[in-house]
């Protein structure tokens, strides 16, 4: 499964971002796709995770609220809609996929198998 995402940029404190993830290759569900960022000097951290079949989400504390993942089944594309950006949102944004994920290990980064290339969210108070 490839994973390509896009959507970043720069945007001012307050503003909204709307992020894609399309996958392509080999897609068999059960399927859940998730993203993560990584800010500089940072690790990777979970943002937010979706089932491909049901639509169970799970977002970190500090986007919850702001931030909605939803997913396009027919045009094997997941979003992350970003509302209210702070500057502390400042990353690149990941997204990623796994066949075999079990649910209690959505926000760790190491039980997923498929990654995409990330996209650079730039905010600026």
């Known amino acids: 499964v490839q994973l390509q995402a896009s959507g970043g940029g720069l945007v001012q404190a307050g503003g909204s971002l709307r992020l894609s993830c399309a996958a392509s290759g080999r897609t068999v569900y059960p399927y859940t796709t998730g993203w993560f960022r990584q800010a500089p000097g940072k690790e990777r951290e979970f943002v937010a995770a979706?089932?491909?079949?049901?639509?169970?989400?799970r977002y970190a504390d500090s986007v919850k609220g702001r931030f909605t993942i939803s997913r396009d089944n027919a045009k094997n594309r997941v979003y992350l809609q970003m509302n209210s950006l702070k500057y502390e949102d400042t990353a690149v944004y990941y997204c990623?996929?796994?066949?075999?994920?079990?649910?209690?290990?959505?926000?760790?980064?190491?039980?997923?198998?498929?990654w995409g290339q990330g996209t650079q969210v730039t905010v600026s108070s």
């Open positions: 979706i089932k491909w079949f049901g639509g169970n989400t």
């Open positions: 990623t996929g796994s066949m075999t994920i079990i649910w209690s290990n959505i926000a760790r980064a190491a039980s997923y198998e498929f």
